[in-house]
Structures are given as structure tokens and as C-alpha cells.
């Protein structure tokens, strides 16, 4: 009863804030919210109201993502902003069967680096996950490490996108998948109240710059569940 309390006041908190955001528009709430949105600080009010609003709002296109990623036992698999840990809860449940596989993370949120640590403990114990703080267009890995990349509504906080995505390309694996979910209307939804910015978040540049990076069969799928339109974007690797 008190979470279902302290979530109904989590996503009426950011209703009240995206409102003023938009009878207000050069008020500093802008901003503050974009930032946060992009890399939630490591003030409590912050961390907690976006630690739950990604809870609330991203579990089902991170399912999404991890369902058409068709993870297998063995593989070696990273999510790029994983934010509080939800998309990684669903993945490892793909690789307890074997001693194969392994989950990785990076996310440059130091906030959400320890939210995930706490939530995804005892996995990283076990030596199943690894979570690093990291930007995406530095990535501490080696070459080639990966079979499938994943990450949902994060590609348009990407100032540089085929800086990035070459980033990914070079951690994959020949014949790799990557993988980007997102809520298509919720992103429109937000570049037009001007927390995104309208190119990074367009997904056909989005697109274009996996294309330019190297990435070969890029294209997107579009899915319903529960009213809400997702898109999957897949891009792979050449397998020579």
C-alpha cells in the first residue's frame, strides 16, 4: 500500500513539473528536468524521483528490449544506461541456466550505478553482472566482447551519435546484434516540450548515423502492447 502511495506521488511530482514546464517554458524547471533526465544527479529528491519515474515508466520497453534481443544462455551481453537496473533484471534471468554468459552495464549516471549495484547484488556477487561507470562513447572494454548490445529511450542524450555508435560497433562481436527500444510517442512527446533535442531524437538520424557507423541491416519494427506504440531499432555487425 505505501509503495503504490509513494508511486502515485512520484508520477504526480513529475505531472506537476512537466505542467509548469509548459505554461512556463523559460522557467528554470526546463533544464533541471532535462538534465536529469539525461543523468540523474546524486541529490536524494532527484535520484529517488527519477530512480522511481524510470521504474514506473521504462519496465515494459525494457522487457521489450530484452524479448527481441533473444538472449541465449551463453552469451555476453551489455545494456548501455541502464538507469535503476530494471532492463538488467529481465536480462540475467536469460543466463542463469549457464555458467557461459554474462550481464554488463555502463552507465555515466553515478546515481544510477549505485541504485543498480544495490538492486542487481547478489547476481554481481555471483560474478553473473558487471556494472561500470562509463560513458557510451568510451567504453572500458575490449574489442569484440559482446554478442548483443541493448539500451532503451537513451540514444537521443547522445550529442555525438556516430562517435557513439562506432563505440558499440567496435565492443560487438562479428554477427552481433544491437538493439535500441523506445516509446515512440513519449520521445515525440518530449522533443516537442523541448527537453530532448529534435535531431539527436529523431530516429531515422538515429538510424542513419548507426548506418554511417558500420552497422549493416538497420531497421525498425514497431510493436503495440497496452495502447503504447514501441519501436525497436536493430542494427548488426558484419560477420566477416
Given at each position: 500500500?505505501?509503495?503504490?502511495?509513494?508511486?502515485i506521488l512520484?508520477?504526480l511530482?513529475?505531472?506537476?513539473?512537466?505542467?509548469?514546464?509548459?505554461?512556463?517554458?523559460?522557467?528554470?524547471?526546463?533544464?533541471i528536468?532535462?538534465?536529469?533526465l539525461?543523468?540523474p544527479?546524486?541529490s536524494f529528491?532527484a535520484?529517488?524521483l527519477?530512480r522511481?519515474?524510470?521504474?514506473?515508466?521504462?519496465?515494459?520497453v525494457?522487457k521489450?528490449a530484452?524479448?527481441?534481443?533473444?538472449i541465449?544462455?551463453s552469451?555476453?551481453?551489455?545494456?548501455?544506461?541502464?538507469?535503476?537496473g530494471?532492463?538488467l533484471?529481465h536480462?540475467?534471468?536469460?543466463?542463469?541456466k549457464?555458467?557461459d554468459?554474462?550481464l554488463?552495464?555502463?552507465d555515466?549516471s553515478?546515481?544510477?550505478?549505485?541504485?543498480a549495484t544495490?538492486?542487481m547484488?547478489?547476481?554481481?556477487?555471483?560474478?553473473?553482472?558487471e556494472?561500470h561507470?562509463a560513458s557510451?562513447?568510451?567504453?572500458?572494454?575490449e574489442?569484440k566482447?559482446?554478442?548483443?548490445?541493448f539500451?532503451?529511450?537513451?540514444?537521443y542524450?547522445?550529442?555525438?551519435?556516430?562517435?557513439?555508435?562506432?563505440e558499440?560497433?567496435?565492443?560487438?562481436?562479428?554477427?552481433?546484434?544491437?538493439?535500441?527500444a523506445?516509446d515512440?510517442?513519449?520521445?515525440?512527446?518530449?522533443?516537442?516540450?523541448?527537453?530532448l533535442?529534435?535531431?539527436?531524437?529523431?530516429?531515422k538520424n538515429?538510424?542513419?548515423?548507426?548506418?554511417?557507423?558500420?552497422?549493416?541491416?538497420?531497421?525498425?519494427?514497431?510493436?503495440?502492447k497496452?495502447?503504447i506504440?514501441?519501436?525497436?531499432?536493430?542494427?548488426?555487425?558484419?560477420?566477416?
Open positions: 500500500m505505501m509503495k503504490q502511495l509513494v508511486d512520484v508520477i511530482s513529475f505531472q506537476i513539473i512537466v505542467f509548469f514546464v509548459n505554461i512556463w517554458p523559460t522557467s528554470l524547471l526546463k533544464p528536468l532535462a538534465r536529469n539525461k543523468k544527479s546524486n529528491i535520484s529517488f527519477m522511481r519515474l524510470f521504474e514506473l515508466s521504462n519496465t515494459e525494457e521489450l530484452v524479448e527481441k534481443c533473444d541465449q544462455e552469451d555476453k551481453v551489455l545494456e548501455i544506461g541502464f538507469g535503476p530494471v532492463g533484471e536480462a540475467v534471468s536469460c543466463l542463469l549457464s555458467k554468459g554474462k554488463y552495464g555502463a555515466y553515478q546515481a544510477m550505478v549505485e541504485v544495490e538492486r547484488k547478489t547476481y554481481i556477487e555471483d560474478g553473473l553482472v556494472l561507470f557510451a562513447a568510451n567504453l572500458p572494454f574489442s566482447k559482446f554478442d548483443k548490445i539500451h532503451t529511450n537513451v540514444f542524450f547522445w550529442e555525438d551519435q556516430i562517435k557513439v555508435c562506432s558499440l560497433l567496435r565492443v560487438l562481436k562479428n554477427g552481433g546484434l544491437m538493439l535500441s523506445l515512440l510517442k513519449k520521445v515525440a512527446a518530449s522533443a516537442s516540450m523541448g527537453l533535442d529534435q535531431h539527436t531524437s529523431d530516429v538515429y538510424m542513419l548515423s548507426l548506418q554511417a557507423a558500420g552497422f549493416e541491416n538497420v531497421r525498425m519494427a514497431k510493436y503495440e497496452d495502447h506504440t514501441f519501436g525497436c531499432i536493430y542494427a548488426y555487425k558484419s560477420k566477416v
